[in-house]
């Protein structure tokens, strides 16, 4: 997986970020990189590990977040999509990183790519490395940062009753299928 031609930080975040969004269920991130699709967690597991291989000491950030709350809603979106994106509260583990520029820690969200820019999707397009980019979503609490993030994101998933995780399979499935057709 390695990338020898990236080094910069806005390098190395721009070329994660605009992998394609999509909540496949894999989290590996060399099936992110080889398959070029990604939900937050694959994504951002790829922007820690090219970042730490480019000599930056970089973690991983969880939040519960209601995912939906943050994200714009477009005409385009299915009936049962813009039902649930305006009527539920999608329970979401999000994640992001945190990297160490010049004595800073700075939050990286990678989740979207420029595919979305025109529905208004934060793509964090002009990010320029010497200040937080915008998060996908807003963090109703955080956990500390810790290596394992796709057993964690398992469990905290697992821990929500069953109504929380089927509302919440079916929005990321319903919103994968919109970009796949809309903004790949």
């Known amino acids: 997986m390695r990338e020898n031609s990236l080094r910069s930080l806005p ?14 269920g894999n989290r590996d991130p060399k099936a992110v990189y080889t398959s070029n699709v990604g939900s937050c967690s694959g994504k951002h597991i790829l922007l ?43 329970p979401d583990f999000h994640h992001y990183v945190r990297v160490l520029e010049q ?23 002009d990010w320029g490395g010497s200040n937080h980019t915008a998060l996908a979503s807003v963090a109703e609490r955080e956990y ?24 919440r399979a079916k929005y990321f499935r319903l919103v994968t299928e919109w970009i796949a057709t809309y903004a790949s």
């Open 48 to 90: 820690r590990d090219f970042l730490r291989e480019a000599g930056y000491q970089a973690e991983i950030i969880t939040m519960f977040t209601y995912f939906n709350e943050s994200t714009p809603v477009h005409g385009s979106f299915p009936e049962e999509l813009k039902t649930i994106a305006t009527r539920e509260r999608v």
């Open 144 to 167: 500390p940062a810790m290596e394992n993030i796709i057993d964690l994101k398992a469990d905290l998933v697992s821990s929500l009753p069953q109504d929380q995780r089927d509302l």
């Open 11 to 24: 390098q190395i975040y721009h070329h994660v970020r605009n992998i394609p969004y999509g909540s496949t």
């Open 103 to 125: 004595g800073a820690w700075l939050n990286l969200d990678a989740t979207w790519h420029d595919g979305l820019a025109r529905f208004d999707f934060k793509v964090n397009h």
